[in-house]
């Protein structure tokens, strides 16, 4: 988890920006805290995305953002699930006469095509399935009446399986710590200007 706190200089200037207005102030630092959780997540993203072959759009689905609320602490964080395994479809799943072969991470090391044998792809849908389990009679479909093995839809590794590098980036901290003091200066030069009538 990567937690995101105020920056106490900035937040003196903004509070002199606001003349000590303490409802507009907590409100604009918030505002500079979530700005950056945001980031922080599009930024986390990327970072993985440059080891596995999933696309961005769903590891940022696996990465959470608690963002800072009115009312509650001046603080947000970003953190990874651990949990959230993915369909197999989205590894670049392609179907083949043995099965699907599919491809976890990128690069030189662990590239390699990963093959799941007697497996299919279902048009329909894209997933990836296999049979397995107990014979039942089949009660609808193109085998209906006969004796067939249910299918089962598979999974890949969640994107914190894949990562290399499990522990959080080093860059990813100092991003954060950078950003918000970037994001309150914006708040700041927004204050400023509006108090001197010039928006």
Do not use: C
Not at 27 to 43: E, F, M, P, V, Y
Request: cysteine-free.
């Amino acid at each position: 988890m990567i937690e995101i706190t105020t920056n106490e200089e900035a937040i003196k200037q903004l509070a002199k920006a606001l003349e000590n207005n303490t409802k507009l102030l907590k409100r604009d630092i918030n505002t500079a805290l979530n700005a950056t959780a945001r980031h922080l997540k599009s930024q986390w993203a990327i970072e993985i995305s440059n080891e596995t072959t999933l696309t961005q759009k769903i590891i940022k689905e696996t990465i959470k953002q608690e963002l800072a609320r009115a009312g509650g602490e001046a603080k947000a964080a970003v953190s990874q699930k651990k949990s959230s395994r993915v369909s197999l479809k989205e590894y670049k799943a392609t179907q083949t006469k043995k099965g699907v072969s599919y491809r976890i991470n990128k690069g030189a090391k662990g590239s390699k095509k990963l093959l799941l044998a007697n497996s299919f792809i279902w048009a329909k849908n894209g997933h990836v399935f296999t049979r397995g389990g107990a014979k039942r009679v089949m009660k609808k479909g193109r085998y209906v009446g006969k004796m067939r093995q249910p299918i089962v839809k598979r999974f890949g590794p969640s994107p914190f399986e894949t990562t290399q590098k499990r522990e959080i980036p080093v860059k990813l901290i100092h991003l954060g710590k950078a950003r918000l003091l970037e994001e309150l200066k914006k708040r700041i030069r927004f204050r400023t200007l509006r108090a001197s009538g010039a928006i």
